[in-house]
């Protein structure tokens, strides 16, 4: 009894582990929609600049990197101690970009929802070209 009581808690465990993992990973479908709150700033697709950079490829990518598009000083800064754009990075940056890089002058409150924050990068690495 006690065998097969650990077999299906360990069969329990390992679902709950799963489901964890593909909501962590994020719904793209959903993350569309929660990028409507960036779009007016920023362009996924294209390489072009808004008021905001370009967020094509952002993933790896240095902050501040993109030429031409001037760049608040904390940004700059950003740059020059080599602060690389990783999920774990853009995902407190989006939570509240004003903690995570003081003076900056993206005027975005930021996004509460962690669920919100998975499926917009989810959504992103879809759509920018990020693996």
């Not at 994020?26 to 929609?33: F, T």
């Not at 709150?37 to 990518?61: D, F, M, S, W, Y």
């Not at 031409?68 to 990075?89: C, I, Q, R």
């Not at 970009?97 to 900056?104: E, T």
Request: aromatic share 8%; with cysteine; net charge positive.
């Amino acid at each position: 009894m006690g065998f097969v009581r650990s077999l299906s808690l360990a069969v329990v465990f390992g679902l709950m582990m799963a489901t964890g993992s593909a909501q962590a990973e994020g719904d793209p479908a959903n993350g569309a929609k929660v990028f409507n709150k960036c779009k007016a700033c920023h362009e996924l697709k294209t390489e072009k600049n808004k008021v905001g950079p370009h967020l094509v490829q952002i993933l790896g990518r240095v902050a501040g990197s993109i030429e031409g598009f001037n760049y608040s000083s904390a940004l700059k800064k950003a740059h020059a101690e080599g602060l690389v754009w990783t999920e774990e990075h853009l995902a407190k940056f989006v939570a509240n970009p004003k903690a995570f890089l003081p003076g900056n002058r993206m005027a975005f409150a930021g996004l509460k929802n962690e669920k919100e924050i998975a499926d917009l990068i989810a959504y992103m690495k879809q759509e920018a070209g990020d693996s």
